[in-house]
């Protein structure tokens, strides 16, 4: 059997997302390539590796015993790697970070810029991604750093404390809601949305508003916090953004800023890997950066 590194890196992603779409695209493939790249795989090793079915794939009991070796080797590659970068003199090296959308937009630029500018042959893969897909790619070994909320099936990983991100409720000063401390989600149902054009943020609110049954209403979505900040103050509708956008955009966008009372709404992100001892050398000093000074 001659499988490549980039077969098992593909391999692992479409067995941890349960779809070859999506582990095409955690692999950088086409979907074409991709499947092409699956097929060839059953064809070489004669074994059927993936149960292909209306909902997805699942791996057969051969596919199983893949994945374990793949991700046996990908972290034997990834510890080599760290440890011949300990011998090399001016070569570049890339850690791999998946972040949801709360840590990528508040809180990672300034703590990731402050290690870059100390860093400098150190490039970042940093991408956005739910905290669930993130928890399952850490696992697999498709990354080497997360950030994510601790809730998100991060059993076996190592954690530590990043950040707690609270969402808040902005509106324009004469909004009915202005005068409240706090309200329920709930409450806002039946409301007019600014919502996020795209993220795992938007994808989490949507996913409430879906569990009680009902479907927000956007006026409009778009690609920023500070837009949908600039856009309740104007009166447009309200948002729900994290705090310290909410913060951070108070005074030039004339907005009030409303608690959301439900428990999910306040949230504790943590930074995670594997294991810290698998890490390559860059990887363990920026994990350890992201986990000094957790902010409060």
């Excluded at 950040?163 to 909004?175: K, M, Q, S």
């Excluded at 943020?201 to 920023?224: C, P, S, W």
């Amino acid at each position: 059997m001659r499988f490549d590194l980039t077969d098992l890196r593909l391999f692992l992603a479409v067995v941890d997302a349960g779809s070859i779409t999506h582990g095409a695209a955690e692999a950088g493939l086409s979907l074409a390539a991709a499947s092409e790249r699956l097929r060839d795989m059953e064809t070489v090793g004669r074994v059927v590796l993936l149960e292909r079915g209306r909902r997805g794939v699942t791996p057969t009991e051969a596919g199983e015993t893949l994945a374990h070796h793949a991700r046996a080797i990908l972290q034997q590659m990834t510890r080599m790697r760290g440890e011949l970068g300990e011998y090399a003199k001016g070569v570049r090296a890339t850690v791999r970070v998946l972040a949801n959308t709360a840590a990528m937009t508040e809180f990672l630029p300034d703590r990731l810029s402050l290690w870059m500018a100390e860093n400098p042959q150190t490039d970042l893969d940093l991408k956005e991604r739910q905290s669930g897909e993130i928890a399952r790619s850490i696992a697999a070994g498709l990354a080497d750093i997360g950030v994510l909320f601790e809730t998100a099936g991060t059993e076996g990983l190592t954690l530590r404390p990043f950040a707690v991100d609270r969402l808040v409720v902005v509106a324009a000063h004469g909004h009915d809601l202005a005068a409240m401390a706090r309200v329920r989600f709930a409450d806002l149902l039946d409301r007019h949305f600014i919502g996020l054009a795209a993220g795992a943020l938007q994808d989490h609110i949507d996913a409430r508003a879906a569990m009680t049954g009902a479907r927000l209403k956007f006026r409009v979505k778009l690609r920023t916090f500070d837009g949908i900040c600039r856009a309740a103050g104007n009166g447009a509708g309200i948002g729900i953004v994290p705090e310290a956008a909410a913060r951070r955009c108070r005074r030039s966008a004339r907005i009030a800023v409303i608690r959301l009372a439900d428990a999910w709404a306040t949230r504790r992100l943590s930074v995670c890997a594997r294991s810290e001892e698998e890490l390559t050398p860059p990887a363990a000093s920026l994990f350890r950066h992201l986990a000094a000074n957790p902010v409060s």
